[in-house]
Structures are given as C-alpha cells and as structure tokens.
C-alpha cells in the first residue's frame, strides 16, 4: 500500500508538471516522508531497473534527498537506459522547480539541465533542453510580474539591430530597478526575452553571472555601467547572442578579448569604452561582425544620405548640436578642417572624439527657402550663369530683362530645385529649363546664403 501510494503521488505531480502547474517538494516530504538511500549510486542505478517498482522507488527517494544526488545522476546518465534518462532529468526537474529553492534553484539542478542541454549525447541534449522549456513555461509568468514588481520593464519594442529594426521582448533593468542581487536569479526564467537592457546601475560579476544563465538571449545592451573586464567572461557563454551594444562602459581591450567566444555576432557596437580601436578589431576579426567602434561622442544631427552633400535634417533637443545653434537646412562643409563631402565623413570624424570634446563646425547656411515661377512661352529668354555651389547653383550674372529675373531671382541667390528637379551644374540647369513644358515653371532658391564657423561640444549617445 505504502508503494501504491507514493506512485499515486508520483503521477499527480507529473501531471501537474505537464498542464502548466506544479506541486512543491514541501508536498513531497510531507506525503513520503524523508528518506535517504542507504547507497546513492545503487539508487541511481535503479532509475534503470528492470522492475518498474523498484525503478519508482528509487526516482521518489532521489527526489526526497534533494540536490545532493545531482552529481551522481550527471555521473551515471550516459550508462541509464531510456527511461532511466528521462527519469533522471524529471528528477532535475522536480529540484529545480522546488519551492525550496525558488527561483534560484541553488543553481545547480538548472544549471546541470544547461549543461545536459549542450551534450554531445543527442538523446540527452534533446530531453534537457525539452525539460527546460516545459520548467520556463511553469515558471516564466511568475518571473516576469516578480520583475516587474521590482520595477523592470517587460515589452515588445521596436529595436535597432545593426543596420535593420525589428520587434523583440525586451526586458529593460534601469535606475528604477529596486530589487536585490538575489532577485535577479528570476531574469533566466524569462525564456521568452530576447533582448536585454541594462542602464545606469551598479553592476557586479554577480550580476553578469545570473544573466550568462540566459541562454536563449540574442541581443545585450549595456549603458554607463560599470561593465568589468571580468564580466566579459560571463557575457561570452551567451552563445546565442547577435547583437552586443555596450555604451560607456570601463571595458577595456582585455576585456574584448574575452568575447572572442561569441560567434554567433552578426553586429558589435562599442561606444565610450576603454578600449583600444585595435581591441575592437581584433574582436571583429575573431567573431567576423559587423564592428560599430566610437570614442563615444555625440553631435545630435541626422543627415541626408551618400552622396548627397552633408545636409541637416534634423537636430535633436539638447544635444551639442542644437545647444551650438545648428538647425535644419544647414549643410556641413568642415570639421575640424576636415573637409566633409558627406554624412559618411561626418561620422567617421566624430567618432574620433570622446564626449566633452570640442570642435569647430564648417556650414553653409541658405536660409529660408523661397518658392517663385516664370511662364515659360515660346518668347521667354533666360540669360542667367550659374556655377556650382554646395547647395546647388549659385546666381553669377542675370541681366533684367531675363525671365527669372523678373520672377525675383538676383545674383548670389542660390537655386537648389527647378521644376521639381534638383540641379547641381550650370548644364543640369539649362538643361531642364530646356526640358520644361510651355507654362509656369516653379523655382525654389536662397536669397541670403551663408559661410559659417561653429563651435560645438560633444555630448553622449542616448
């Protein structure tokens, strides 16, 4: 009867397991009682046993003594027969779902499934990972309103991911995290995230330790933390990783050598770090990423794309760039007395400085842009030279009696568009004048282009 009932006990609790609940071990000890075997690798050899009841005996038992047998079952898995191995892995299972061990789990019944999960014995490796995923999904909903309890941020968002966007879960640890050390143990139950953010908060090893328990994490950013060279060492066992952002962070050149490991990185961003240029390549080398590597300066434009001539499109508040007085329109020539053809320029110089640092800015401010039109008939004259200029063409002589000049264009105006066309030569100019149909011809120019020197100071990157 004492058999019959411990079975009964068995199968309620795996049921349970399978239909998204569970039972605590607190249960088990209650029901069964605390029984240590009198010889534990017997007792492990048994989850093979001809004898279905001896095979239950010896699962229940293992299960009561807790996480003391673990070494023993990894030791003797490979020897267990089929059912002996899926016996061995619920009873992993069972201690690490425990509520003895809660989220945390010791460590050790989770990470010896990890472990399990990367054998090379395929049928091992393939129940592990199916243990972990059914125990993620027991506990994963628990983890996630305890995260967010502690002020994390769990969301689907819109992420840059080297050079394309796309959804993914992200949780976001920032300056509103209130929780302990401890409570991070809940972050590798949240199989469903793909992205984590970190920001703003005193980290330690301990800290990267629990995160290198997420094994199915794809992107990791890190932001103005105090980011060690000896956590690098947990962040390389997130294999699964494709993505590494880490922003202002005391990361120095031995601490890029650690994360040669990663080589699944499609894409490796390292802004305001400690390390060498030369660091960084020999990363991207090892990993073959896409490398992103900055001192870490900051301007706050974005610009019209190669190989259109540097223009601003827009300025973003309280950047270095809007506090100097840059504003939309303007067109960088120079920086530094660097000439700059393009926005690739731009950001090549740039990301030579560290923020704080100041610099001289070369513009060409054309001003307000203006709209006028001439009716173009089988009479009309145009009689105005133009030469190339940066925004477009430059006005250099027009005679009065010239049809543009009658619709308001002088000397020195400056013609970026004609007829809803861009011209950039005196040939492209005549040119669609040519071209344009009989009837009004629109016109967009600059009456009061400027030549100006800027100074600037750099801040960060958001």
């Not at 309620?12 to 239909?19: D, E, G, N």
């Not at 279905?52 to 038992?61: G, T, V």
């Not at 809660?102 to 050790?108: D, E, I, Q, T």
């Not at 307000?368 to 173009?376: D, G, I, L, M």
């Amino acid at each position: 009867m004492h058999s019959l009932s411990r079975t009964a006990v068995h199968y309620s609790l795996v049921a349970a397991i399978f239909f998204g609940s569970y039972l605590s071990l607190g249960y088990y000890q209650q029901a069964l009682g605390q029984q240590t075997p009198p010889n534990l690798a017997d007792e492990v050899k048994q989850l093979s046993s001809r004898r279905f009841i001896d095979r239950e005996q010896a699962m229940l038992n293992l299960i009561d003594h807790g996480t003391a047998v673990i070494p023993e079952i990894v030791k003797q898995l490979e020897q267990q027969n089929f059912e002996g191995i899926t016996r061995s892995l619920h009873i992993l299972s069972e201690l690490t779902l425990s509520d003895k061990q809660g989220f945390r789990a010791n460590g050790v019944p989770r990470q010896s499934l990890e472990t399990l999960a990367n054998s090379n014995h395929l049928r091992i490796a393939r129940q592990a990972a199916s243990a972990l995923d059914r125990i993620n999904i027991v506990r994963e909903a628990d983890a996630i309103r305890g995260l967010t309890k502690l002020g994390a941020r769990y969301n689907r968002v819109y992420t840059r991911v080297g050079a394309d966007s796309k959804y993914v879960q992200q949780i976001h640890l920032d300056s509103g995290w209130r929780g302990e050390a401890e409570d991070l143990y809940m972050l590798p139950w949240v199989a469903s995230a793909e992205e984590l953010l970190v920001e703003e908060l005193e980290l330690d090893a301990q800290w990267f330790e629990i995160i290198s328990r997420m094994r199915k994490l794809t992107s990791l950013v890190v932001k103005r933390c105090p980011l060690t060279d000896e956590s690098a060492k947990y962040i390389a066992k997130l294999t699964s990783l494709t993505n590494l952002d880490i922003r202002y962070c005391p990361l120095t050149d031995s601490g890029f050598d650690s994360l040669h490991p990663l080589k699944k990185l499609a894409y490796v961003k390292l802004y305001g770090t400690k390390g060498t240029k030369e660091g960084a390549l020999r990363l991207q080398q090892a990993v073959k990423a896409e490398l992103d590597f900055r001192l870490g300066a900051f301007l706050g434009v974005g610009c019209r794309q190669p190989p259109a001539a540097c223009y601003i499109e827009s300025v973003q508040p309280n950047t270095g760039a809007f506090k100097a007085g840059l504003i939309v329109g303007d067109i960088i020539t120079a920086f530094d007395d660097r000439t700059v053809k393009d926005f690739n320029d731009l950001r090549t110089i740039i990301s030579g400085h560290r923020p704080g640092d100041k610099s001289k800015v070369s513009i060409t401010r054309i001003g307000v842009p203006q709209t006028a039109a001439y009716n173009k008939t089988e009479d009309s004259i145009v009689k105005a030279r133009v030469k190339p200029h940066i925004a477009g063409v430059v006005v250099e002589e027009i005679p009065e009696d010239c049809a543009l000049y009658k619709a308001g264009l002088r000397k020195g105006h400056v013609v970026t568009n004609l007829h809803l066309v861009e011209v950039k030569t005196a040939e492209e100019f005549q040119k669609v004048l040519k071209d344009a149909p009989l009837g009004p011809v629109r016109f967009v120019y600059s009456s009061d282009p400027k030549e100006m020197v800027i100074e600037v100071e750099f801040g960060e990157w958001d």
